[in-house]
């Protein structure tokens, strides 16, 4: 073939995959209320139903484990919000991990991924790591490529769904497709129907009058939690498809200050483990809120066990460790954030902050058949 | 460069086009091959052993002074002769080697090398001609521009997830560990401290990317010792306490390696990689 002609077929093919990829972002229907944006999508791997419908399937997949025990919905139950109930998440050989799974409800607005890595903004990315990571221990499936592959290749329902999803793939079965289907799935999973969300759409019944005032002590200035956990999403980390900036917020809330030096405990030490500047230990991602009801155990390492914890911890200013290897006071953290400050709150007032706490689940998402288990 | 990365990236999502590009790929192939072969008759295929040591006594994984429980490496750069030696050409053997990597396995996937792999390659293939003299360079890692690219659609060897760190987007450069009966260490060496965001990295603060010389080399009749005595030898092996280096910019565990490697302040334990008559 001449060189024109391949000049030619590329420049073609290019404007092809150009057109593609926007026009089957455009033309993926997402389930989102009115005026709520719609979220970022890589243009290398855009939304489809059958994509989702095979992410479902390998979400769900415990053979996608070194051991066949553990699923991505292992550490990632729907009915807790994605969550799984642990302080910190166990993989496959039953190595604790340092910290514990997020939530995946809203993920997909998430513009930096996981606790604090400032490298991480796709989930096509991220999949790999619970796979492939060996420090801890999650899926166990490092050096075990060859295994995967001949999964998808021989199961019956992998060989129809791979190529629905890739139908332009002459070779749709690989792993980049397999992360590329589980991120489909996860950034599927969005939820814009709390009791909170319906008040914003006009239905004023929707919040309790507690809830109503816990409300405005969440957006006061005197609690200050909106400057972190703000937005649509209840988090400052947070982009979408019309995002004018990428808002990317990391915070010390003085939960550690190990020895009344600054530290954290060395297998937690936040973007600091990344990055090796002082003044990034103990940095950690503001999770979104949404559902945060179902989601205890709080904080990174889950040493939280509920939310009047988390409310006694922020009432403080952070929290003082009195025994053990973790002592100190965390309120005096020299890189603790600003916005973590003692402020007063009633008794009274704090059922009112937890009302408006509780009113940020979103039931329908807890529940929704299309993000289950299908193999069951 | 650029332009046969985006025909690359099109390719991918074009099966048309994978196939056409493919073709002319192959074909330039072959044309630089057979011109190799027209205009340098020289050209011939030199195999340059590496053997794993503990302070000069063998080790694996099933034993010796101490036990090896991983020894993997990627090398890239190399250079032979006196000086700055002369660009040394690999072997792409589409498994071990690229043009520009190649992977160095001294574990058998055996006793303590349990998570490791049976398959071995003890040997980097290079392609050299005439006479290099004395001298071998090499660097322990990744280049730059390879190390940050996705390692899905990477060639061989760096599509091996067990050498890339995910999260971090780059290569583990090398996997090196060893266990005694009460106690042991290991390292993972890679960039660190690195900015921007995964597949679009800015650098990185700690390329950790070591440079090895080796002055008396005969690449005709040598192997190179990986000795893992003195790449730990500032490591406490009795105290049963911080047993790994992960590269990370405030991880003290890593001082002692780096100082080895010459990554510290000081230019490195003589030793590490040395040669040894085969």
Known sequence: MNRPVIATAFIV?????????????????????????????????????????LGR??????????????????????????????????????????????????????????????????????????????????????????????LIRSDDRYRRLFPQAFPTDESPYSILNTVRAIASFVRNIVSFDSAYDRYLAGDAAALSPAAERGMKLFFSERLECFHCHGGFNFTDSSTHVSA?????????????????????????????????????????????LRNIAVTAPYMHDGSLPTLDAVIDHYQRGGRNVTSGPYRGDGKRNPYKSVFVREFELSASERQDLLAFLRSLTDESVLTNPAFSNPFE | METSAAGLQLAEQVPILKTIFKHVKYSVLIACTL??????????????????????????????????????????????????????????????????????????????????????????????????????????GVPEDLNHANPLTAEPPLNYSVMHWHWLSGYKFMRAGIETPDDGFWVHLGSTACSGTIGNIEGCRQPNRPTIHIADFDAGADAVVVD???????????????????????????????????LGDAGGIAGVFRRSAR
């Not at chain 1, 993926?28 to 855009?46: I, K, M, Q, S, T």
């Not at chain 1, 990315?125 to 999650?138: K, N, R």
Request: aromatic letters at 8%.
């Open chain 2, 35 to 140: 011109s190799m072969a027209a205009c340098s008759p020289a050209g011939r295929s030199l195999d340059i052993p590496f053997v794993a040591r503990w302070n000069g006594e063998p080790v694996s994984c099933s034993g010796g002074p101490v036990a090896l429980t991983d020894l993997r490496f990627f090398v890239s750069d190399v250079r032979l002769g006196e000086g700055d030696g002369t660009p040394a050409a690999l072997q792409n053997d589409g498994r071990w080697q690229s043009d520009r990597v190649a992977l160095i396995d001294l574990e058998d996937g055996q006793a303590a090398c349990r998570n490791g792999s049976p398959d071995m390659q003890p040997v980097l293939r290079l392609n050299v001609s005439g006479n290099p003299g004395p001298g071998l360079r090499f660097s322990i």
């Open chain 1, 57 to 150: 399937w390998l979400f769900y997949d415990t053979r996608l484990s070194v051991n066949d025990t553990l699923a991505c919905s292992g550490c990632h139950v729907q009915a807790l919000a994605f969550t799984d109930g642990r302080p910190r998440a166990v993989g496959a050989t039953g190595e604790l991990h340092p910290r514990g799974a997020m939530s995946l409800v809203n993920v997909a607005y998430a513009s930096r991924l996981t606790w604090a890595n400032h490298l991480l903004d796709r989930l096509e990315d991220q999949a790999l790591t619970p796979l492939f990571g060996e420090v801890p221990v999650e899926m166990g499936m490092a050096g075990r490529e060859t295994e995967i592959l001949e």
């Open chain 2, 228 to 262: 893992l005595g003195r790449l730990f030898a500032g490591i406490d092996l009795r105290d049963s306490a911080a047993t790994r280096c992960m590269s990370g910019p405030g991880e003290d565990a890593c001082a002692p390696v780096y100082e080895a490697l010459g």
């Open chain 1, 244 to 288: 004018i900036v990428e808002s990317v917020g990391y915070h010390n809330n003085g939960l550690y200050n190990v020895g009344n030096e600054g530290r954290y405990p060395d297998d937690n030490t936040g973007l600091y483990d990344l990055t090796g500047i002082p003044h990034d230990m103990g940095r950690f991602r503001a999770p979104t």
């Open chain 1, 13 to 53: 093919a290019g404007l092809a995959v150009t057109w593609l990829a926007s026009v089957s972002d455009e033309s993926y229907h997402w389930r989102l209320p009115e005026g709520e944006p719609r979220p970022a999508v890589p243009a290398d791997n855009p939304m489809s139903d059958s994509k989702i419908e």
